[in-house]
């Protein structure tokens, strides 16, 4: 009897072992693991050894995973307490308020946002822009465009005031003095785009429990992009994040999205998701359903590092609701490597060729054409600066 429920024992494990064997890779301690995931963010070195390992698909999520942790609950997240470029480019070139003393949203925004009844202790995100890369503007399904958003964190920060490259001033001192910029390792930026829901409880309704809402608001304009005084204020839902930061000087490129963006806006992926990536959203989003993250409804569409493939073919990467209209011709490392600035010629136009033909460069970098601008290290979002007189 004894021996015989040993031997069943036995076969039990038997039949068990190739489980027990793949279990430590796909086990949720593993996959959701704040603290591994935080010391691949401050790491750069950790984060260097798993890409070069092959590891550039799980490093995006893992970085995804701690930027948006807390991964339950409405604590504010890693990322929302970075730095909104929008407080760092300032109108009049002014240097930026210190890390920390970010300046609280005008007062308007505050007093209607008290009357909507939204929680003042959140953190209010200033969704500056709707235009993408390519000048044009995203629709939602709401007849309202779709917004953006850029945030660093300390690193880049402490780098941009070091150098006062906040404004043009300190970015033409940097070009006259044949000095291409060169952000930390730890350096981490991200550009997040919304769908606007504001106070429409319709929308709201629609995209509750699908999508990471927070409090939003953004300034109104006039015809010449002058800023009226008036804001709109209210909730904005998440539909996508890029992430890229240091541990290899061409940077390290990942983009995130809602899986439920094609029935909410006007552009649907146009590239192909790696059979690789898609078992790892799997995994991934498996592990933050079963935790009841909101997170679970977010897929990474890809990660890029570098130019081009072992056959010499241009990569592509692209986010639906970033990328829109040219997903097909997108390199994020591609475009980014020709951010650079010139004193005679101003910014390296990464979009339009002189004779006005347009270009979406792929590939290798075009460095022939990049004679006598100066490297601004990958980062487009420095053409925000303005003249400080
Ligand atoms: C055709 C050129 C182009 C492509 C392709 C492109 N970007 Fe950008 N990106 C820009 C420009 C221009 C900005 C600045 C936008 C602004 O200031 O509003 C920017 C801003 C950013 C930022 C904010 C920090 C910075 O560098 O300014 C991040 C992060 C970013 N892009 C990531 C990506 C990722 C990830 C991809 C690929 C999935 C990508 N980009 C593809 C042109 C491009």
């Known amino acids: ?221 006039d015809a010449s992009g002058v800023p009226t005084g008036v804001y709109q204020v209210g909730r904005a839902a998440l539909s996508g994040m890029h992430i890229i930061a240091k541990p290899v000087p061409q940077w390290f490129w990942v983009t995130f999205q809602n899986v439920y963006d094609a029935q909410n806006t006007q552009s649907t992926n146009q590239l192909p998701i790696s059979p690789d990536v898609q078992q790892l959203n799997r995994k991934y989003r498996g592990a933050l359903q079963g935790m009841g993250s909101i997170f679970a409804n977010y897929q990474m569409m890809g990660t890029q590092w570098q130019f081009v493939d072992s056959a010499g073919k241009p990569l592509l990467l692209a986010n639906s609701q970033i990328e829109s209209a040219f997903q097909g011709s997108s390199s994020c490392v591609t475009c980014h490597s020709t951010a650079s600035y010139s004193v005679q010629n101003g910014y390296f136009n990464q979009v339009k060729e002189q004779d006005g033909g347009i270009t979406y460069y792929t590939g290798e970098p075009p460095t022939d054409k990049m004679k006598g601008y100066n490297p601004q290290d990958f980062v487009w979002s420095l053409k925000r600066a303005q003249w400080q007189r």
């Open 1 to 221: 009897m004894r021996i015989r429920r040993l031997f069943l024992v036995l076969l039990g494990f038997a039949a068990l072992a190739p489980f027990i064997l793949t279990v430590p890779s796909i086990r949720a301690a593993d996959t959701i693991n704040t603290q591994q995931a935080k010391t691949l963010v401050s790491d750069a070195g950790a984060a260097k050894s798993m890409l070069t390992a092959g590891g550039a698909d799980e490093l995006g999520w893992q970085w995804f995973i701690w930027l948006n942790t807390p991964l339950t609950g409405v604590d504010p997240k890693v990322w929302e307490g970075w730095r909104q470029s929008s407080s760092v480019y300032l109108p009049n070139g002014a240097p930026p308020s210190p890390w920390g003393q970010e300046p609280a949203p005008p007062q308007a925004v505050i007093a209607a946002a008290r009357q909507q009844g939204l929680n003042t202790n959140l953190p209010f995100h200033n969704l500056d822009s709707d235009v993408q890369s390519d000048g044009l503007a995203l629709r939602d399904n709401y007849h309202q465009n779709v917004r953006y958003q850029i945030l660093m964190n300390q690193d880049t920060f402490n780098y941009i005031v070091q150098t006062k490259v906040y404004n043009m001033n300190g970015q033409q001192a940097m070009a006259q003095a044949n000095t291409p910029l060169n952000f930390p390792a730890t350096a981490f930026e991200i550009k997040t785009s919304w769908i606007w829901i504001g106070t429409n409880k319709d929308i709201l309704n629609k995209l509750q429990g699908k999508y990471y809402i927070v409090n939003a608001y953004y300034a109104l304009v």
